[in-house]
Structure formats: structure tokens, C-alpha cells
């Protein structure tokens, strides 16, 4: 399984995101940035599927 470790940088676009996205859904806030925890988790478990550059 790959190790993905998050930059301060992603940490703080991330919680922007959120900020932005809650301003008018804060239920669709949260479901947004748990699909993007989601789909790392995914991408760590089936990286070797795809090309490494």
C-alpha cells in the first residue's frame, strides 16, 4: 500500500474548500471533502493499477 502524506498546502486547500462549499451546504461541505478522503484512500490501495510517473 502506498503512504500518502499531506502538505500543509493540501491540509489548507482542503479546509478552504470546505469553508467555501459550507458557506451555502455545509452537509454537501462535509460529503465533498469525505469523498476526497475516500478517493485517496482508494488511489493508496490501487496505485500499482496505474502508470507512476
Known sequence: ????SWTDEAQKWLREIYEYVSRDNKEAAVKL???IHQKVRF????RSWGTVY
Open 43 to 46: 488511489w493508496k490501495i490501487s
Open 1 to 4: 500500500m502506498a503512504r500518502v
Open 33 to 35: 471533502v469525505n469523498s
